[in-house]
T-cell receptor, first 113, second 111 residues
Framework: NAGVTQTPKFRILKIGQSMTLQCTQD?????MYWYRQDPGMGLKLIYY???????DKGEVPNGYNVSRSTTEDFPLRLELAAPSQTSVYFC????????????FGPGTRLLVL | DAKTTQPNSMESNEEEPVHLPCNHS???????IHWYRQLPSQGPEYVIH???SNVNNRMASLAIAEDRKSSTLILHRATLRDAAVYYC????????????FGQGTRLTINP
């Protein structure tokens, strides 16, 4: 049982490039979340999903897109990378409504130059 | 989302108790108080949560004020592995179950 896995661990992008951050979970959790964490700051919610086929914006969605075609996968897409998107990205899951604990992945460190 | 206020940093010694305070004066009746911690270079992990009564688990204790406007996370015997950023978060169990993170308290443990 791997829990929440994120790939890649680290990536350097040039301005204007695009990439997809992968998040996969094997716990059959319905809810999934993408957060970003800038240096010295707390996490901010980018997008979330309450089940396959359902996604919604969080606090800082601009510059990102998501999809949720399966329960297991919740990829985050950056279309035109900008230096302001340099951050650590965390994916998290929650079993469902009323559950207490969100489970976080190990994070993807992204540097945009 | 209701806001929490925590000290930016705290320091303690190994094997001593640590009391991490959190103020949440605008808490609503349906908000649960959650604590997460983030070890260096890792994602956050759940520590404890409560609504009105004090709570204990294997990691920590949570003391909640009678008016619920403040709470304290208690680590009974801190170890070096407890050095982390601790986040106090108010969570409503309706809707998207989102967590709203503040800046947290960076806890340093001295050997």
């Amino acid at each position: 049982n791997a829990g929440v896995t994120q790939t890649p661990k680290f990536r350097i992008l040039k301005i204007g490039q695009s990439m997809t951050l992968q998040c996969t979970q094997d716990m059959n959790h319905n809810y999934m979340y993408w957060y970003r964490q800038d240096p010295g700051m707390g996490l901010k919610l980018i997008y979330y999903s309450v089940g396959a086929g359902i996604t919604d914006k969080g606090e800082v969605p601009n510059g990102y897109n998501v999809s949720r075609s399966t329960t297991e996968d919740f990829p985050l897409r950056l279309e035109l990378a900008a230096p302001s998107q340099t951050s650590v990205y965390f994916c998290a899951t929650l079993p469902g409504l009323g559950w207490e604990t969100q489970y976080f992945g190990p994070g993807t460190r992204l540097l945009v130059l | 989302d209701a806001k929490t206020t925590q000290p930016n940093s705290m320091e303690s010694n190994e094997e001593e108790p640590v009391h991490l305070p959190c103020n949440h004066s605008t808490i609503s009746g349906t908000d649960y108080i959650h604590w997460y911690r983030q070890l260096p270079s890792q994602g956050p992990e759940y520590v404890i949560h409560g609504l009105t009564s004090n709570v204990n688990n294997r990691m920590a204790s949570l003391a909640i004020a009678e008016d619920r406007k403040s709470s304290t996370l208690i680590l009974h015997r801190a170890t070096l592995r407890d050095a982390a950023v601790y986040y106090c978060i108010l969570r409503d169990y309706q809707g998207a179950q989102k967590l709203v993170f503040g800046q947290g308290t960076r806890l340093t443990i001295n050997p």
